[in-house]
């Protein structure tokens, strides 16, 4: 069914769910593994155990790099993608920006050359991975302010210094243009889209088609296939990794300051709603086109086809609009036409809701989709790398996992063991979303999965009780009512 994200109450525990991450019990901090404060930023990163729990300033120092030192890329990433919850990224960087300072002497006169030679490099690699994979944070002037204050510093000991910050400031300028024309198309394609007046169906004889269908505009499963990819594939690009933290983003309780904390500002997760939102837009429009048709051959020809489409989806690696093209097909006003399933052969559908079984916590989609994982680590085209998730489902996912582990333990540590699992979750993602969608496109297609004209809830139930009369009186009065209201707005 049609999905809601961002809230709590949305998410209901499917049978068989464990967290990916065994949280530790109150009480059991795990001192032995955990930096202590001090020792310096190579304390538990590349000798020893892993870090999983430590003071929030000692997980600052550790990616602060120094001359002999740089922290290790998957400690950068889930360090930036969780730090968040806790404090700013324009503080953090502030934070990261002083340490520097005063570590590496940058306040001086004159600068020790041979020493911030050392430094510089690795100083403009944790700048450069924090703009290439946080673009959005730097839309914060601060950010940008402190960025060029560091390499100010240290650009008058080599004047390749210079060069880079203006290569960096280039490509973050581009990449967040990118970033706003998508969530501008995102915004024109919403405004596009159109719904059909419930009014028209309010009739016992249906007049003429008052739209174009989908089999007019695309016959082929195949086609349509690869065109709802592509549609994935542009909206997986637009979503950052901080939209998963901040969509549950919460107040850190050790958080004393009497402004607005970052996780009180307005939670910035405009691609990922935006994503779900078309997910109940194919829920919809599958309905609707199932419903359309006046005679009940045709339902049955639309609903064949798109169990074909659910195919190819399946076989392409896109699960998110499978589970998309099977939840349309089983909202009630689809299912209720018993006439037109009778004409339908079923079969494949039934093997496909197999697949996306919500039984044992989606355990057969799950297997599907590790193995459609595999088949992208070792694929030698773009076609074989392609995995797109049933993504409502792993916002569930990461919802659970932020909910069943607190991000601080009894002794005020950061829960860094929770962090890393987030961070293996949605790099993941993060992975997956950059695969460039192999298919051609076909703007026509494109054009009308995006504005085709969808009926409301109300609207799909009308449609669906013209095209197979109510069976039990509890449909009957809903059918009057619901002709009742239609004409009434007339």
Known sequence: MPQTVCSGTMFTTSSGFSPHLACAEPGEEEEEGAPQEGPGPAACLTEGPPITSASLETLIQNLVPTADYYPEK???????????????????????????????QLDQSPLDTVKVRKFGPKLLQLLTEWTETFPSD???????????????????????????????????????????????????????????SDKLVAFKTKPPPIQKDILSICNDPYTLAQQLTHVELEHLSHIGPEE??????????????????????????????AYVRWFNRLCYLVATEICMPSKKKQRATVIEFFIDVARECFNIGNFNSLMAIISGMNMTPVSRLKKTWSKTKTAKFFILEHQMDPTG????????????????????????????????????????????????????????EKFVELARQVGEFMTWKQVECPFEEDRAILHYLHTAPIFSEDGLYLASYESESPENQVEKDRWKALRSNVLAKT
């Open 74 to 104: 998957a400690y950068v990433f889930t360090f930036l993608l969780s730090a968040r919850l806790f404090i700013p990224p324009s503080e953090l960087l502030s934070r990261v920006c002083e340490l520097c300072i005063k570590q590496q």
């Open 138 to 196: 730097f839309r914060d002037e601060k950010m940008v302010g402190h960025l060029k204050d560091i390499i100010h510093r240290i650009a008058p000991c080599d004047e390749a210094y210079w060069k880079t910050l203006n290569q960096m400031l280039q490509k973050l300028s581009q990449r967040l243009a990118l970033l706003s024309q998508g969530e501008e198309s995102i915004v024109k394609v919403s405004l596009n889209a159109s719904s059909i």
């Open 244 to 273: 998963f933290v901040q969509a549950f983003v919460q107040k850190d309780p050790l958080d004393g300051t009497q402004q607005p904390s970052f996780s009180e500002q307005k939670k910035k997760t405009s691609n990922l709603e």
């Open 361 to 416: 916590n989606f355990y057969n989609y799950r297997t599907a989709l590790r193995g459609a994982a595999h088949r992208s680590q070792t694929a030698n085209s773009n076609r074989e790398r392609i995995v797109i998730p049933f993504f409502s489902l792993l916002i569930k996912d990461i919802y659970f996992l932020n909910e069943g582990c607190a991000n601080r333990l009894p002794n005020g540590h950061v829960n860094f």
